[in-house]
């Protein structure tokens, strides 16, 4: 039995008394441990060696091997995830503590490059950076599609009052419709960004259908109006052709009266003396006269009088 001080322990209740002995469970006094002599954590400086130089990192020993990385990225270059600590040749967690792995002051740890865990993390980067482009994409579609969704309400609202829209502007925006239909086709994501695509597909979808309605309605407007207005044209012409005969008929009447007073003049008076060179003169004046004046068509009532 070793000599020394013994421990004073109260009698029956098993306590000790002094701060440098403990009682265990099991009846066994020993020594109290100085590390755990208070709940407050205390600050190691552990040496760890990253190729072929030592660095000596400050930290707190409760502190997780994750925590330490962080720590360490900052003077080696290098980034926490691709990173691992081997302790005791063997390689630590970043979850794991370091006070429970036994790590103490002046520990020595080694750090080394992980391949692998570099590979992971550049694969999900790049993974990360597609699915925010897809993103960004979808934004500035959704964007656009409510821009050409005013236009699509405006056109409706004129159609459905009555009104009429010049179908080159519905052919053009529905054009602009289906080319952000396209881009919509050639994003590519899954979860989220996938969902958040299908709804601006069926949006899309829904007003390039509600253009096609209002097409149709205004095209069947733009025939009545030409029927209409071809109609008009008719009934004026109709008219001015019945004008135009009467008074046709009028001035063939007033010609036709015309002779009958001359022959009844020459029939009341005395005969004239007739020559033949008179009769070639009046021939020849009235042919210029004829040959002059234009001819014009005889209607049919025309009433004919034949003179003896």
Same mark, same amino acid.
């Given at each position: 039995?070793?000599?020394?001080?013994? *421990?004073?322990?109260?009698?029956?209740?098993?306590?000790?008394?002094?701060?440098?002995?403990?009682?265990? *469970?099991?009846?066994?006094?020993?020594? !109290?441990? %100085?590390?755990?002599?208070?709940?407050?954590?205390?600050?190691? !400086?552990?040496?760890?060696?990253?190729?072929?130089?030592?660095?000596?990192?400050?930290?707190?020993?409760?502190?997780?091997?994750?925590?330490? =990385?962080?720590?360490?990225?900052?003077?080696?270059?290098?980034?926490?995830?691709?990173?691992?600590?081997?302790?005791?040749?063997?390689?630590?967690?970043?979850?794991?503590?370091?006070?429970?792995? &036994?790590?103490?002051?002046? #520990?020595?740890?080694?750090?080394?490059?992980? *391949?692998?865990?570099?590979?992971?993390r550049l694969l999900e980067k790049r993974r990360n950076a597609v699915v925010e482009k897809a993103m960004k994409s979808i934004t500035d579609?959704?964007?656009?599609?409510? !821009?050409?969704?005013?236009?699509?309400?405006?056109?409706?609202?004129?159609?459905?009052?009555?009104?009429?829209?010049?179908?080159?502007?519905?052919?053009?925006?529905?054009?602009?419709?289906?080319?952000?239909?396209?881009?919509?086709?050639?994003? %590519?994501?899954?979860?989220?960004?996938?969902?958040?695509?299908?709804?601006?597909?069926?949006?899309?979808?829904?007003?390039?259908?509600?253009?096609?309605?209002?097409?149709? =309605?205004?095209?069947?407007?733009?025939?009545?109006?030409?029927?209409?207005?071809r109609q008009k044209p008719q009934k004026t012409q109709t008219q001015y052709q019945q004008r135009d005969l009467l008074s046709f008929v009028?001035? &063939?009447?007033?010609?036709?009266?015309? /002779?009958?007073?001359?022959?009844?003049? #020459?029939?009341?008076?005395? /005969?004239?003396?007739?020559?033949?060179?008179?009769?070639? %003169?009046?021939?020849?004046?009235?042919?210029?006269?004829?040959? $002059?004046? *234009?001819?014009? /068509? $005889? /209607?049919?009532?025309?009433?004919?009088?034949?003179?003896?």
């Amino acid at each position: 039995m070793n000599t020394g001080t013994s *421990p004073s322990i109260i009698g029956g209740g098993g306590g000790v008394s002094g701060n440098e002995w403990e009682s265990r *469970p099991g009846g066994m006094v020993v020594q !109290r441990r %100085t590390d755990q002599s208070s709940d407050t954590p205390r600050v190691i !400086r552990v040496r760890v060696k990253y190729l072929s130089v030592y660095h000596e990192i400050n930290i707190n020993s409760q502190s997780s091997f994750g925590e330490l =990385k962080k720590v360490l990225s900052g003077q080696v270059g290098l980034h926490h995830e691709d990173m691992k600590i081997i302790y005791k040749d063997k390689e630590r967690d970043s979850k794991m503590f370091l006070d429970l792995c &036994g790590v103490k002051d002046r #520990s020595k740890l080694v750090l080394k490059e992980d *391949p692998m865990a570099q590979e992971k993390r550049l694969l999900e980067k790049r993974r990360n950076a597609v699915v925010e482009k897809a993103m960004k994409s979808i934004t500035d579609i959704s964007l656009e599609v409510d !821009r050409l969704a005013g236009q699509v309400s405006a056109f409706e609202t004129v159609i459905n009052k009555g009104g009429k829209v010049e179908e080159k502007s519905l052919v053009n925006l529905i054009e602009m419709l289906m080319n952000q239909l396209l881009r919509l086709d050639a994003i %590519t994501a899954d979860g989220d960004v996938k969902l958040k695509r299908k709804m601006q597909v069926k949006r899309v979808q829904t007003y390039v259908e509600t253009l096609d309605v209002l097409k149709v =309605k205004n095209s069947t407007k733009k025939v009545d109006i030409n029927k209409s207005v071809r109609q008009k044209p008719q009934k004026t012409q109709t008219q001015y052709q019945q004008r135009d005969l009467l008074s046709f008929v009028d001035e &063939g009447e007033e010609e036709q009266e015309e /002779p009958r007073r001359d022959s009844g003049a #020459s029939s009341s008076g005395t /005969p004239a003396n007739v020559t033949n060179n008179n009769w070639e %003169t009046m021939f020849d004046s009235t042919s210029a006269a004829k040959a $002059v004046e *234009p001819v014009k /068509p $005889v /209607p049919p009532r025309f009433k004919w009088e034949f003179f003896d």
